[in-house]
């Protein structure tokens, strides 16, 4: 069965803070993906990966960093958490264009 | 204008009813469109891909028009299973870029 698992379902950070959210897939996809969904806004991209090293800005990248050294891994990195950034943030995974594969997200709360 | 805008939610309709979302994109090269459903506090899922032609899928139909860039999903028989968010998503300018809708609730009551 396919796969797309974050490090965390639920985390706390303080403002300020550094915080790394881990995605790995098992499917062998080029496409990785980090969304965040806000009640009222919906999914919104962050930031996208073709490939392995490669990284594209989405529509909200202001404040978070990415890396991918792993085709299956996909991290997101908040430099310095604010409380803006709480919220459920969703790790996917596609080959192509074809349809995105989620993993269970990770709801974020910074203080 | 939101590059995908849905029907505003929430929908609450009786078992048995038959309820449609609309969805506008802005993009006229966009290529892929599809219905990705969510249920509360789980992540999204594909509903169905949408084809030129129209497809169906049991109880679900959707269907494209290019030229006024619109998207559809009508659900025929709503079970108390249907309910939940249906997230329209289309392809944007940068290759497998997919831009969600905000989503339409759907509450199906007995």
């Known amino acids: 069965d396919v796969k797309v698992t974050q490090s965390s379902r639920y985390l706390v950070k303080r403002t300020g803070e550094k915080v790394f959210l881990e995605c790995v897939q098992d499917m062998d996809h080029e496409n990785m993906f980090w969304y965040r969904q806000d009640p009222g806004l919906g999914l919104r991209l962050i930031y996208f990966s073709y490939d392995v090293k490669m990284k594209e800005k989405g529509d909200i990248p202001e404040g978070y960093s990415v890396s991918r050294e792993k085709k299956e891994r996909f991290s997101l990195i908040l430099e310095s958490a604010s409380t803006n950034q709480t919220s459920m943030y969703l790790c996917?995974?596609?080959?192509?264009?074809?349809?995105?594969?989620f993993g269970s997200g990770t709801q974020l709360s910074v203080l | 204008r939101k590059e995908v805008e849905q029907d505003p939610g929430p929908f609450n309709v009786p078992e048995g009813a038959t309820v449609a979302f609309n969805c506008t994109y802005s993009n006229s090269a966009s290529q892929s469109f599809f219905w990705y459903r969510q249920d509360c506090r789980k992540e999204p899922k594909l509903l169905m891909s949408?084809?030129?032609s129209g497809n169906e899928d049991g109880r679900f139909t959707a269907q494209l028009n290019r030229a006024s860039q619109y998207i559809s999903l009508l659900i025929r028989d709503s079970k108390l299973s249907d309910s939940a968010t249906y997230l329209c998503?289309?392809?944007?300018?940068?290759?497998?870029?997919?831009?969600f809708g905000q989503g339409t609730e759907l509450s199906v009551k007995p």
């Open positions: 949408v084809y030129s």
């Open positions: 998503v289309v392809n944007g300018n940068q290759g497998g870029k997919l831009i």
């Open positions: 996917a995974s596609s080959f192509g264009e074809r349809k995105l594969f």
